[in-house]
């Protein structure tokens, strides 16, 4: 029997960064909504070096409490790839994934593991009503919208990373080793048996979100990248519509010059025709060299993290 299969029942994997103040209060609240859950249980703290005292206080709860497991990371590698290192490190049959500021409310847990035992492998926390701040929801709104559109599929933001996945869907998971993370995504690529339910969206317990826009906006560029090449489509597409309006721009003019004898449009429409059409061709080749770019980094094989330390 190999160890992950005698593990215990659930993991919890929580991605910490610059947390110091709340993991008290998630590590109380978790373990209570746990022993309700199953007395079986192991809770992974990833702390993504956010220069704050989180991995002391991950060392101390996971001297009182064996069943506290902790990772540190060797620098800052961003929240998917700390999901990551705790999906390779759990054991557990069930694993939930939440975030540490307590908006994913863990008295949540025992509800998303019943409706697992109704014969789903993937069951996602719907967040019905955001306790965001607007600018932060009209983001994320943007970013997801964005997101399904050139991905070609359609992901909602409604349920962000708290769900509770089987064992089947970690070890496929863990299979998946490119370089550009977003495991939300990652998880509606595999396609086992997924439902979800409705759960209450907590106000963060202290401080503001790190998820900027511009991050939001890298994040969506990345994902997206690594997703679908339907941005090169649709430049492909660009290029033919204005090599067929070009085309019947021109037979316009020569026909009116023939015909009319009407002037042609001089300097200052040629030049902006010229820029124009040069700053489309620079975005396009642009385009093409990101996507270049990120088959090279993937070429490297290199690790996607690097594990500092460990506790437990």
Known sequence: MSLK????????????????????????????????TSPDFEILLVEDCGGD????????????????????????????????????????????????????????????YAKAQE?????????????DPLMKRAASWMFYKTFSYLADFEYSGDSGN??????????????????????GALVHW???????????HAARFEGKSTYTFSKL??????TILAYSDKPLRL??????????????????LLGATLIHGAEVPGWTSLMVSLFFIGGVIISIQGVVGIYIGKTFDETKKRPLYIVGRTTN
């Open 217 to 222: 906006w890298d994040l969506a560029m990345e």
């Open 119 to 131: 014969g789903y492998d993937i069951v996602l926390a719907l967040r019905g009503k955001r306790n």
């Open 5 to 36: 299969s005698a593990g215990p029942q659930i993991s919890v994997v929580v991605p910490v960064y610059k947390a110091e103040n709340s993991l008290d209060e998630l590590y109380t609240r978790l373990k209570t909504s746990l022993e309700k």
């Open 190 to 200: 595999l396609g086992f048996s997924t439902t979800g339910i409705e759960v209450e």
């Open 235 to 252: 430049a492909v597409k660009l290029g033919f519509t204005m090599a067929l309006l070009s085309f019947f721009y021109g037979a316009y």
């Open 53 to 112: 005292r989180s991995w002391q206080i991950i060392e101390r709860l996971a001297a009182a409490d064996p069943r506290v497991r902790g990772i540190q990371l060797s620098r800052n590698f961003g929240q998917h790839y700390g999901i990551t290192a705790g999906l390779d490190a759990c054991l557990g049959q069930w694993v939930v994934v939440m975030d540490c500021d307590l908006q994913d409310r863990p008295e949540e847990i025992p509800r998303l």
């Open 162 to 183: 708290f769900r509770i996945i089987s064992r089947k869907v970690v070890d496929n998971l863990c299979q998946m080793r490119e370089q550009l993370r977003f495991f």
